[in-house]
């Protein structure tokens, strides 16, 4: 049974950095792209970031390209999301997922395992 768990999130001030970590068990994910998604208080899930397995291709939200950066260490199946340059409209809950498919997609019909969710808080 495959499993998602996030880890890394918490309370920041803007400006800060955070890392956020998916541990990934219970399956086969080397033909799977993995993607980052967030959602916000009243706000419907988003997407984030993705990248293939291999790190050979990513895919970004435009509101956080520059300052995040998700990557693969496959030797620990584990997902990173690096979060730099903290903004307080980056406060959503991050949740990890496993694609249905080989490249990074946006869409989240795409996935079908996910993780429990890692909450960001980003003060002003």
């Known amino acids: 049974q495959v499993q998602l768990v996030e880890s890394g999130g918490g309370l920041v001030q803007a400006g800060a950095s955070l890392r956020l970590s998916c541990a990934a068990s219970?399956?086969?994910?080397?033909?799977?792209?993995m993607g980052w998604f967030r959602q916000a208080p009243g706000k419907e899930r988003e997407f984030v970031a993705a990248?293939?397995?291999?790190?050979?291709?990513?895919r970004y939200a435009d509101s956080v390209k520059g300052r995040f950066t998700i990557s693969t260490d496959n030797a620990k199946n584990t997902v990173y999301l690096q979060m730099n340059s903290l903004k307080p409209e980056d406060t959503a809950v991050y949740y990890c997922?496993?694609?249905?498919?080989?490249?990074?997609?946006?869409?989240?019909?795409?996935?079908?395992?996910w993780g429990q969710g890692t909450q960001v808080t980003v003060s002003s």
């Open positions: 997922a496993a694609a249905t498919v080989g490249f990074p997609s946006m869409y989240q019909y795409n996935y079908n395992n």
């Open positions: 219970g399956g086969t994910f080397s033909s799977r792209a």
């Open positions: 990248i293939t397995w291999s790190g050979s291709s990513t």
